[in-house]
């Protein structure tokens, strides 16, 4: 059935409704945002608007030589006894000369300068320098086509003395050939520095987005699906093993901290350990285990894996110590280059600052592979109610302890009074939420744990992509102080979450079909992405980062206005200062960068895609 | 023997994809599976390897309930069954070794996988399995410079890789030429007969089930309405799996 059609009469009532409807929207529009057409045509306001116009459209980007001249005189200023007549002049002379309407006035006097025989056509500036040297200008003038100039002005006030002072009048007249321009010089100086600055932020958030980014693939996650007791296992087990390998590699440094202080030894040892390591990888490869065909957790091998890996961390110790001593020792010795030492110094202090955060990520993984076993036999071996029971227990301490840990982690940041009561609090309310979920769900329940990790993943990624690096950046310039160091972490921070968006996105937009194939392989999850997903994401993550790369540079032109260095900081600077003609070189510069950029990164996207 | 008991597979969307069905396989068949687009061909083939999860039924293989097992158990029977798809389902911009090589994945040490490493033995198996098919000579040429026909030999040789006692075939020959469709029929018959592999094949064509099938099974709206030799396919039968529009071709 078809609707009656309205009356005309009605339908134009309701176009009228909302004409006016319009009409009122962009009324307040108007008023919300102040416009005022009056001001438009304010004749002071448009002189002001020329000036910065025509200055714009003249950078400074090229200068000439200068000769300056500067021609002075004396003035007794306040008068006193001693009889002071100025100095003579002759006005038969062609030299440039200067006469004073009085060479002995009070503060705030009016005083006539009139200058002869200078340059014709030329800007002169006055200036008066009391006895400590510290010159005030007095004012400017141009000088007529017999190089004449009359400039009225005052003597200032608050520059007492009863020693004669200057007057002097500089001229600055071309000489030589056209050269470039200090602003400009300067311009490129933080030109590249922008660059760098993109260049590391991109490389810096590329590192990090590329592994969250799966965990932030919808695709990926609804695959993983944990039994409900495992899930309890991995909560407790995740942090007990982050701080066992946070203590290791310290009870580890403090061991061998005796002994990295020699070279000799750090050296030899990190050689030492990296063959050791070597063999070990060879002996590995040597005899595949089939996985899942014969699970051999004896003692014996569980000591033979920890040591290896205590082995492993030793040598990454001693790496980060060797890159320092490298470090040190070419930046003595390389002269120019010595920001090559450096730079590997500063990479083996990265090593150091991070090794601790790793081994315990990689220890927080090995306990809950552990739990995961733990989990198979509980749920292999006991009577259904023990299972029950053991789930119930294990999921109440679970959640209590995931609730104590949020708690502390606010803590840190709301410095509430009374933590011993909180404590208890959310230990118990942990607890009971921790036994209702052991009541509703069976131990071998399969929980979607993969779909959580993906909503906390992409919620992280939104918050971080929604603050503005320019806010970020305020905090890491409190950090780190003003300058291009603070500019690259806050892009960097924002960089991980809007790569790792963008990538994720890719990883959910590839082909099923080979993943499917792989899955039916017989392979794990981890396979499946290695073997069908980063194949087809290679080409859309080159792409990505490159377009992101230019996204940066953008971005950090403008980052130092906040502090963050790069060509922002010059161009806030001059803008400040109402140099127009040098903010004008760096707004060039930047619309130069930010198209080539541009090209570029269109091109290399067309070759590679 | 696969024993197939009143699976039945619901989709999120309320789509009844497999009511009830029960069938069971001896060792050695070649088990065609036929019917309309839609009538649950493909999700059957898959709820057997569990690519996709069964609502409800048992698949009993050697005495063990493929469908009860934990994801991570099933990932060790998967590489036990060997898949080929209608759409190939190549990594298409890997080389054609490393696909084949990939069907030895649920074999290795997982870490490995990441270095891309397997042993020498996979290489020369790779091979094997390539020269089985033909086209040893594109070994190390990219996935996708390959026909469909080639790409499909590809995608045999790496579920061979798994070294599989069952072979399941999503209709491997419906997006290809009709020529090259009994060549790759031909390999399945050979892995079949030659090797014993119990081969489950989707299939499109009644002339291609009379030739290799030793068993048709017919799917109609989720349900079995056929189970017999291909040759007690008459007209009526025909119009109960195909619906009273349908005509024979061929």
Same mark, same amino acid.
């Given at each position: 059935m078809k609707k009656k059609s309205k009356s005309p009469f009605l339908h134009s009532i309701k176009v009228a409704f909302i004409i006016i409807g319009l009409i009122i929207l962009y009324a307040i529009g108007f008023s919300v945002t102040k416009v005022n057409l009056e001001e438009t045509k304010s004749e002071i306001r448009q002189k002001q608007l020329i000036r910065i116009i025509r200055a714009l459209v003249q950078p400074d980007l090229f200068t000439y030589d200068t000769v300056d001249t500067l021609i002075q005189t004396k003035i007794l200023a306040p008068c006193s006894e001693n009889a002071f007549t100025g100095i003579a002049m002759d006005p038969t002379t062609s030299d440039p000369y200067l006469t004073l309407s009085t060479y002995c006035a009070n503060p705030g006097d009016a005083i006539t300068i009139e200058g002869f025989?200078? /340059? +014709?056509s030329e800007q002169i500036f006055v200036q008066f320098i009391p006895p400590n040297g510290v010159k005030l200008t007095l004012g400017q003038a141009n000088t007529d086509e017999n190089g004449h100039f009359i400039l009225e002005t005052k003597i200032p006030k608050n520059r007492k003395s009863d020693q004669p002072q200057t007057i002097q009048v500089k001229t600055s007249v071309y000489a030589g050939n056209l050269k470039i321009s200090g602003t400009l010089k300067d311009t490129w100086d933080k030109i590249v520095e922008t660059l760098f600055l993109a260049l590391l932020s991109t490389t810096v958030g590329c590192i990090f987005a590329l592994p969250l980014s799966f965990f932030a693939a919808k695709n990926l996650m609804e695959r993983l699906k944990t039994e409900f007791i495992s899930v309890s296992l991995t909560l407790i087990l995740f942090p007990i093993g982050f701080y066992i390998g946070l203590k290791i590699v310290q009870i580890i440094i403090r061991w061998i901290s005796t002994l990295t202080i020699s070279p000799i030894f750090v050296v030899i040892g990190c050689i030492l350990l990296a063959v050791i390591i070597f063999l070990l990888l060879r002996q590995l490869f040597s005899n595949q285990k089939i996985p899942g065909e014969h699970t051999s957790y004896n003692f014996r091998s569980i000591l033979s894996k920890s040591t290896a890996a205590i082995t492993v961390v030793v040598f990454c110790i001693l790496l980060s110590k060797v890159f320092i001593l490298a470090g040190d020792s070419l930046t003595k010795s390389l002269g120019t280059f010595a920001f090559i030492g450096e730079f590997i110094r500063d990479m083996g202090e990265i090593l150091e600052m991070i090794l601790p955060v790793g081994v315990g990520i990689a220890a927080s993984f090995i306990a809950v592979s552990l739990g995961s076993k733990i989990s198979k036999s509980i749920l292999a071996a006991p009577p259904i109610w023990m299972k029950k029971i053991i789930s119930v227990v294990l999921s109440v301490a679970a959640y209590a302890g995931l609730c104590l840990l949020i708690i502390n982690a606010l803590n840190f940041l709301y410095e509430f009074k009374n933590i011993r009561e909180i404590n208890l609090y959310t230990g118990m309310i942990g607890g009971l939420v921790g036994l209702m979920l052991g009541l509703i769900f069976q131990p071998n329940y399969e929980i979607k744990i993969g779909n959580v990790i993906y909503i906390i993943t992409r919620s992280v990624f939104n918050i971080l992509r929604s603050i503005e690096s320019l806010v970020m950046v305020i905090v890491f310039v409190v950090w780190v102080g003003i300058g291009p160091f603070a500019g690259s972490l806050a892009l960097a921070l924002h960089t991980i979450a809007a790569l790792g968006k963008m990538y994720s996105e890719q990883v959910e937009n590839i082909s099923e079909g080979p993943l499917e194939a792989i899955q039916a392989t017989g392979a794990n999850l981890v396979q499946q992405v290695v073997y069908a997903v980063i194949p087809q994401i290679i080409p859309p993550y080159i792409a990505f980062t490159l377009y992101r790369w230019d996204q940066n540079v953008r971005m950090s032109t403008i980052i130092g206005f906040a502090g963050g260095g790069g060509i922002g900081f010059l161009l806030q600077q001059n803008i400040n200062l109402l140099n127009y003609r040098a903010a004008s070189v760096q707004m060039i510069a930047i619309a130069v960068v930010v198209s080539l950029m541009d090209y570029l990164s269109g091109y290399v996207r067309n070759k590679i895609v | 023997m696969l024993e197939i008991n009143e699976l039945s597979k619901i989709y999120p969307g309320g789509t009844q994809a497999l009511k009830a069905v029960t069938f069971n396989v001896p060792k050695g068949q070649f088990l065609a599976v036929i019917g309309l687009s839609g009538s649950g061909k493909s999700t059957l083939l898959r709820c057997i390897n569990r690519l996709i999860e069964p609502t409800k039924g048992q698949i009993i293989w050697n005495g063990i309930d493929l469908a009860a097992l934990p994801e991570n158990e099933m990932r060790l029977y998967r590489r036990k069954i060997g898949m080929v798809f209608q759409s190939f389902n190549l990594v298409l911009r890997s080389t054609v070794l490393t696909n084949v090589l990939s069907g030895r994945l649920g074999y290795i040490n997982p870490a490995w996988s990441f270095l891309n490493r397997f042993s020498k033995q996979d290489y020369l198996d790779a091979m094997k399995q390539l020269e089985r098919v033909g086209i040893a000579d594109k070994a190390f040429q990219r996935a996708d410079e390959l026909s469909g026909g080639q790409q499909q030999r590809v995608s045999i040789a790496r579920a061979m890789m798994q070294n599989p006692e069952i072979m399941l075939a999503d /209709?491997? +020959?419906?997006?290809?030429d009709p020529v090259l469709a009994h060549s790759i029929m031909q390999y399945l018959d050979k892995i079949n007969k030659e090797l014993g592999v119990t081969v489950i094949c989707s299939l499109h064509f009644l002339d291609l089930v009379h030739r290799y099938a030793d068993r048709v099974i017919a799917l109609n709206n989720g349900y079995v309405v056929f189970d017999g030799l291909p040759s007690e396919i008459d007209d009526v039968k025909f119009k109960e799996i195909y619906g009273r529009d349908a005509e024979r071709v061929g």
């Open positions: 025989n200078f /340059e +014709v | /209709e491997p +020959v419906a997006s290809l």
